[in-house]
């Protein structure tokens, strides 16, 4: 029997256009092989997902930049047909931004966690996330948020060039501009001409200062906090492999104990009052060691299926169980389990792993999405080379308030010249904040 009300089923919401995000199918999976009818609002054309046997439907999203009425729209057509309250699940930030704002809208329709409307709004805003980490005395590289174009330019001289230059809510970065939500510029001319596409960006530009990779310094947490404020579901893990190297998503991860991490996790959602689900980027820091906030994301993360339990709990069940007022089963973490991103890491698949792996794509249950994947993949790859053999360069044309946090330097170390230029060159769905 299924420690999940399958009575009650999920939806799972993706605005975002990304048809290779394996965080959706692990979701499906997750609740759909406990026997939860799993519905996903989001974009299939061209997407794996949509060959996984556990999905039960796949409904269109809501159309690109669309507003909250006609997200609320979409839910209210999703929900009708399903005719039965569901567990609602964003998968990425926009939808969590926007579920935040609808909640009392959606509430007779979807059950949701309990928490403040603006607050998922506020911890994916990168500009806000600096303040939030600055009042709840937590590591987070310096920043500094210009108000013109010339304090820009003051501000990258002043971190010490490079910096890394990031659009405060990145959801509304719209496609097709050749923007970047995050982007390491090597001149304040770079910033200053950042600065000037401000409005075409939608949000604020902020500029950091560059904490620069290495090993062992790139970490992630992923949890669930339940009605009573517990952190479930999930626990700290360690990039091993990006992709790209030095500053994308996680190729690579491990479960990996880290008591500075989890400590650092509780406390910044207990200072919040936070409830759902959550997955935080952090980065060491170098010289003083500390661990250093990059992002809060207010949804999984695409790699949560790294902390499943030995009771079979993840993030995604953990809020299942919670909204359906289930016990949550007290399972035992598996330090040392691996997920692997197999079309960014393919030999790191093919590895033995002696503490447990979990692939992305492939599932001896459900092998249709591993097989489309591959296929859908290569033709992504020979397009992405004609691009780049045909096209130029994407273009970057386009008092100061300071929040700063524990007194560090702009740079601990000299960054590699070829990792600064992978990192100019990131999308929105290769930078670390997306997974």
């Not at 970490?219 to 009573?228: A, C, I, M, N, S």
């Not at 991860?253 to 991490?261: A, E, F, L």
């Not at 060491?284 to 079979?312: I, K």
């Amino acid at each position: 029997m299924s420690l999940l009300d399958i009575r009650v089923p999920a939806v799972l919401l993706r605005i975002d256009r990304n048809p290779f995000h394996h965080g959706t199918l692990g979701a499906v999976r997750s609740l759909g092989r406990a026997g939860v009818e799993v519905h996903v609002v989001a974009d299939s054309a061209g997407s794996p997902v949509r060959s996984s046997r556990f999905v039960c439907q796949m409904h269109p999203p809501p159309a690109p930049g669309a507003s909250l009425a006609e997200i609320a729209v979409t839910l209210r057509r999703v929900a009708a047909r399903i005719a039965r309250p569901a567990v609602l699940i964003p998968m990425d930030d926009a939808s969590a931004v926007a579920v935040g704002r609808l909640r009392d809208e959606l509430a007779p329709s979807y059950l949701l966690p309990q928490q403040p409307g603006a607050l998922a709004e506020r911890v994916a805003d990168k500009a806000e996330l600096a303040a939030v980490c600055a009042s709840a005395d937590i590591p987070h590289p310096v920043t500094l948020i210009p108000e013109s174009p010339a304090q820009a330019a003051s501000a990258a001289w002043q971190l010490g060039l490079p910096v890394v230059a990031k659009w405060s809510r990145p959801w509304l970065v719209p496609c097709g501009t050749g923007l970047r939500s995050t982007v390491v510029v090597h001149s304040a001319q770079e910033a200053r001409e950042l600065y000037l596409r401000a409005e075409e960006a939608g949000s604020r530009l902020l500029l950091q200062a560059f904490l620069p990779s290495g090993p062992d310094r790139d970490w992630f947490f992923h949890g669930y906090v339940d009605r009573t404020g517990a952190v479930r579901g999930g626990g700290p893990g360690r990039k091993q492999r990006a992709w790209p190297r030095g500053a994308g998503l996680t190729a690579v991860g491990r479960w990996t104990p880290n008591s500075q991490v989890q400590s650092l996790a509780e406390r910044l959602t207990a200072e919040l009052g936070y409830r759902g689900i959550f997955d935080l980027d952090f980065r060491r820091c170098g010289t003083t060691g500390s661990y250093h906030l990059l992002d809060f994301n207010p949804r999984p993360g695409a790699q949560f299926r790294l902390f499943t339990d030995s009771a079979g709990l993840d993030v995604v069940r953990a809020q299942h169980l919670d909204l359906t007022h289930r016990p949550l089963p007290d399972g035992a973490p598996r330090p040392g389990r691996s997920f692997v991103v197999e079309n960014y890491a393919p030999l790191s698949a093919l590895r033995p792993a002696p503490a447990g792996r979990e692939l992305a794509w492939y599932a001896p249950d459900d092998r249709a999405p591993g097989r489309a994947m591959w296929g859908l993949w290569a033709g992504h790859v020979l397009r992405k080379l004609r691009e780049r053999l045909g096209g130029g360069p994407v273009p970057t044309h386009a008092a100061t308030r300071v929040v700063r946090q524990w007194g560090t330097s702009p740079l601990d170390e000299p960054a590699e010249q070829a990792e600064l230029t992978k990192l100019t060159e990131l999308t929105d769905d290769e930078k670390a904040s997306s997974c």
